[in-house]
């Protein structure tokens, strides 16, 4: 199991863009050119690190989903999230300011325990992994981290591929 996660902040007004970004732009006689990654270089920077495979997080979105009641995989960019992921082949989420205050408080004061976390991951992916837990609770630290830097002028693209 592996994939990159990245955890990147731009600002709302380059939304647009990071939707041209996603596509190569096609060159006669030549591969297509793919500023995707440039875009996110010039324009973003990562506030939060994760350094297990990226795929234990869309476990942690639902687990937070059906057990917490944090609903991280339904927002305003749903759309946009949705495109640039179909474009890039990659799972992405866009982490917004109604996400920041409406779940930044509760992820705070909730308490989670890495046994139960492991539990979960293992059951929902038929899977003994012994670490899960802290994959996943690590997982929640970046979520927390990505949460208190977004703004009504900022969302950070949670990219996992």
Not at 2 to 31: G, H, V, W
Not at 78 to 91: I, Q, S
Request: net charge negative.
């Amino acid at each position: 199991m592996s994939a990159i996660a990245e955890f990147i902040l731009i600002e709302t007004s380059a939304l647009p863009a990071l939707r041209k970004a996603a596509i190569p732009t096609k060159r006669f006689l030549r591969p297509p050119l793919d500023r995707y990654s440039e875009f996110l270089r010039k324009n973003g920077r990562e506030v939060a690190h994760y350094e297990w495979s990226g795929l234990v997080l869309p476990t942690l979105y639902i687990y937070l989903q059906e057990e917490r009641q944090v609903d991280l995989l339904t927002s305003e960019h749903d759309e946009l999230a949705t495109y640039v992921g179909n474009k890039r082949g990659f799972h992405s989420v866009i982490l917004t300011a109604s996400m920041r205050k409406n779940y930044s408080e509760r992820l705070a004061s909730l308490s989670f325990s890495e046994d139960a976390l492991r539990d979960y991951f293992n059951e929902f992916n038929e899977v003994q992994e012994l670490d899960s837990g802290r994959w996943m609770f690590d997982g929640i630290r970046c979520i927390r981290q990505a949460l208190e830097s977004v703004d009504d002028g900022h969302v950070v693209i949670v990219s996992i591929g």
